[in-house]
């Protein structure tokens, strides 16, 4: 049990404010998780290696924020100012989402809305009812595969909140956006579900509560009610509809572009800088000949071939990892998987959804195997980066999930569970816990403990928190210092063996410089491998947080 203490500081508002913000915001999730436990550790620690290596660490981990996760998003927030005018302005929504609203507003008997006799009243109700039926066709998970639906009844005043939303001018956009938040609460606070829910009419679409709220008011207003009239807005659908992939495929191919060429601009700003080409990690790439190994031939004999093989298995990763693989037609066929991959990765939202950002990364990645400037940078790259991708987009926050279920294995009081677990086979078993398992949202921990003392409220609360501080922990130590020692160990290990076979052939790399006492470097190179080893633990938060 946690002590009075400990359960003050994590169940603070600060802290369930700051994870509640992040949680709602999965871009800024990815920039802040990026900073906080790859860019500063990382940084300094391979600036012990050396300054030069250290100034790339720190180029390649900031440089992808710019294209990934920003990039995609806003890009299409650019092009969907310009689209028709800006007439669709604000309009996030993918292209099935406003499908699925169409058919609400249809079934809500939108056309009376345009009716040459409807009152402001009249008009009204008809907003209500299209709140309603969008409302009445969502289905929330919370808890172990409890699917809640909720009642007209149930929803008390959210149709009339909504309809002001809808009629309204919002040019309070703060205002408006307290109350949408306002919905969103009255939602959860009535079904205990908000992370995932499901909503049913045309298509079968998975999101959250906010976010279709947010597309339902917008659509409702820049599609629906500004036609002027009930024919128009046929036309108007399917104009914004045929335009989402569109934007999707533009903003995506920029955003991969960009990225894609940042490893080439960060070899040449080390090479500008230092005189020197080859890969920066070696502890004496400033003094030594260890630029020389980019120039070796009989050292890089089929390194393309190995780029090319690692790129590929990233490309095979992302692209499962996404579903882009239609289950029964497999991915290359015509309308089934490369439809399905199209379809998963549109955006549907005003900033860069999970699918997206793991396309975008996993190009970043690729391209620093495809730019890896020899062997030893291209077996770091591998082992670094795969266990990036993995360990951040795939698992997704394996160990948060982890703590928050072990805390009430039972009650799922942290966690919803969407499908059985276990399974016969123990490796479906587990694949099944990574994908049918979430945490809560904090949304859904207020309205499970509205009705508990404070104290107990307050406990599960900072064991809420608590599980996702374990998340950031485990990506920090783990992927922000432990990766970089254990990448950083293998290319000095790497290094004295070069050297060590340089001393043996008695020459020294094409192109290199006098030969130099060749013990007396592997010396020093364990020397000041041993010396950072001791000055890691006391000189990595101060050199990040000086």
């Not at 939303?165 to 939602?187: F, M």
């Not at 601009?265 to 400033?286: E, P, V, W």
């Not at 992302?318 to 990765?345: A, E, M, Y």
């Not at 790259?381 to 266990?387: L, M």
Request: hydrophobic residues 40%.
């Amino acid at each position: 049990m946690l002590n009075g203490s400990v359960i003050s500081a994590l169940s603070s508002s600060t802290l369930t404010k700051g994870f509640q913000y992040l949680q709602q915001n999965p871009i800024a999730e990815v920039a802040f998780l990026d900073v906080s436990t790859m860019i500063a550790p990382r940084t300094a620690i391979d600036s012990y290696q050396n300054p030069v290596y250290g100034a790339e660490t720190f180029f390649r981990e900031t440089a992808p924020i710019i294209f990934n996760p920003f990039g995609p998003g806003i890009a299409a927030l650019v092009m969907m100012n310009f689209f028709k005018g800006g007439e669709y302005k604000g309009v996030t929504a993918n292209s099935k989402t406003i499908e699925n609203l169409h058919e609400a507003w249809n079934e809500a008997g939108g056309k009376r809305f345009f009716s040459e006799t409807a009152t402001q009243e009249q008009k009204i109700e008809v907003i209500k009812d299209y709140a309603v039926k969008v409302l009445e066709n969502t289905e929330g998970l919370s808890g172990r595969t409890k699917k809640i639906k909720i009642s007209k009844k149930q929803m008390e005043d959210i149709p009339q909140k909504f309809a002001g939303l809808v009629l309204g001018d919002n040019k309070d956009e703060k205002k408006a956006s307290k109350i949408l938040n306002e919905i969103a609460e009255k939602y959860t606070e009535k079904t205990g579900a908000a992370g995932s829910i499901t909503f049913r009419n045309k298509h079968e679409l998975s999101t959250d509560i906010h976010s279709l709220l947010n597309d339902a008011v917008t659509v409702g207003k820049k599609v629906f009610v500004k036609a002027g009239s009930h024919d128009k807005i046929a036309e108007r659908v399917k104009d914004i509809v045929e335009f989402a992939p569109r934007k999707t495929r533009w903003a995506t191919a920029l955003s991969m572009l960009g990225i894609a060429t940042l490893p080439f601009i960060n070899n040449t700003i080390t090479k500008l800088r230092t005189g020197k080409s080859g890969y920066a990690a070696y502890k004496d790439f400033c003094s030594g000949d260890a630029q020389q190994q980019a120039k070796n031939k009989e050292k890089n004999k089929g390194l393309w071939a190995k780029k090319a093989l690692t790129a590929a298995g990233m490309a095979l990763m992302v692209v499962t990892t996404i579903g882009g693989f239609n289950k029964k037609t497999g991915f290359f066929v015509k309308g089934k998987g490369l439809q399905n991959f199209k379809d998963k990765i549109e955006l549907k939202g005003p900033n860069t959804h999970m699918n997206l950002i793991k396309l975008v990364y996993g190009t970043s990645l690729i391209s620093r195997f495809m730019f890896s400037r020899d062997e030893q940078e291209l077996k770091v790259t591998t082992v670094r980066d795969y266990a990036g991708f993995m360990n951040w987009l795939v698992l997704g926050g394996f160990v948060a999930k982890g703590v928050a279920h072990l805390a009430d294995r039972k009650g799922e009081s942290f966690v919803n569970i969407s499908a059985p677990l276990k399974d016969k086979n123990p490796l479906k078993t587990v694949q099944n816990w990574l994908t049918n398992v979430s945490v809560k949202t904090h949304s859904e921990m207020r309205a499970m403990t509205k009705h508990l003392p404070k104290a107990e409220k307050m406990q599960k609360m900072a064991i809420h928190n608590g599980a996702a501080l374990a998340g950031l922990a485990w990506s920090m130590f783990a992927l922000g210092i432990g990766m970089p020692v254990l990448c950083n160990h293998m290319t000095n290990k790497a290094r004295e063996k070069q050297l060590r076979e340089k001393a043996q052939c008695g020459c020294g790399f094409a192109g290199s410089t006098e030969p130099k006492n060749n013990a007396q470097e592997i010396g020093n190179i364990k020397n000041q491998e041993d010396i950072s080893h001791k000055l890691l633990v006391n000189k990595i938060f101060s050199a990040q947080y000086a």
